[in-house]
């Protein structure tokens, strides 16, 4: 796994979450790893349109990746895949399914070179951000994609932030960040990308769907 230090970590609400999510990892990856029926994959059309966009052997990087199974069945099909997360905990479970690179990193500064990508996966992750990093973490995904290069984004709507239980495992708690999804889309349009489509999809949460384009 490669490394970042804890300075680019910074932020109370961030620091408990990656310990959190260093604790849960395992009861995080079995709760997402149940069989649920086809009617409970919410993304799966989503999923469909950010494949149409991109080339054959494509570089995605799956960021706020957690155990990496949307990244694995990304590299299944073929494209090559980069995962990152800021948990360690996290990134030893995607290290054992994903072939390609596991990085440990804050989407607020992302370890990676400016242009290298040709589209980000970013789902249930941004939720983890405070609403004055967003046009930071925006910026980051600009900067390491390339020209045209796509934008897959999922995270929640709503008001407000706080700490939420664990429903899965008890006495553990995660810091949230609600959403306006005009105030985001216009977030994602002012960092340099063209929105192709959104949609808001209500499952656990309210989520905001949000593909996008490098201008
Ligand atoms: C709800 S999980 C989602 C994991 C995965 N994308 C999925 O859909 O299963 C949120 C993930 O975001 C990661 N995360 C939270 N804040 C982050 C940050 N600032 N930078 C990178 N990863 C972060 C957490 O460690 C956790 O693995």
């Known amino acids: 796994m490669e490394g970042s230090d804890d300075s680019s970590v910074g932020g109370?609400?961030?620091?408990?979450?990656?310990?959190?999510?260093?604790?849960?990892?395992?009861?995080?990856?079995q709760h997402q790893n149940q069989p649920r029926p086809p009617s409970e994959d919410l993304f799966t059309s989503f999923e469909g349109s950010f494949f149409d966009k991109i080339p054959t052997d494509g570089?995605?990087?799956?960021?706020?990746?957690?155990?990496?199974?949307?990244?694995?069945?990304?590299?299944?099909?073929?494209f090559r895949v980069i995962g990152l997360d800021l948990s360690a905990g996290m990134l030893s479970l995607a290290a054992e399914r994903l072939p390609g690179?596991?990085?440990?990193?804050?989407?607020?500064?992302?370890?990676?070179?400016?242009?290298?990508?040709?589209?980000?996966?970013?789902?249930?992750?941004?939720?983890?951000?405070?609403?004055?990093?967003?046009m930071a973490v925006l910026g980051e995904f600009r900067r390491v994609l390339?020209?045209?290069?796509?934008?897959?984004?999922?995270?929640?709507?709503?008001d407000g932030d706080r700490?939420?239980?664990v429903p899965y495992a008890q006495d553990e708690q995660r810091w949230f960040v609600?959403?306006?999804?005009?105030?985001?889309?216009?977030?994602?349009?002012?960092?340099?990308?063209?929105?192709?489509?959104?949609?808001?999809?209500?499952?656990?949460?309210?989520?905001?769907?949000?593909?996008?384009?490098v201008t």
């Open 12 to 29: 109370d609400h961030t620091t408990l979450n990656r310990a959190t999510y260093d604790r849960i990892a395992e009861q995080y990856a």
């Open 59 to 78: 570089v995605i990087a799956d960021l706020g990746c957690g155990p990496a199974f949307d990244g694995a069945r990304f590299a299944a099909r073929g």
């Open 101 to 134: 690179r596991v990085i440990q990193g804050d989407l607020r500064t992302l370890p990676l070179v400016s242009g290298q990508l040709d589209a980000i996966w970013n789902v249930a992750s941004l939720l983890h951000v405070g609403e004055h990093d967003t």
């Open 146 to 158: 390339r020209t045209g290069g796509t934008l897959a984004l999922i995270t929640a709507l709503g």
């Open 163 to 165: 700490f939420e239980k």
């Open 178 to 213: 609600y959403r306006s999804e005009d105030r985001l889309l216009d977030q994602v349009t002012n960092s340099g990308f063209q929105i192709e489509l959104r949609e808001q999809i209500q499952g656990n949460r309210l989520w905001s769907t949000i593909l996008a384009s």
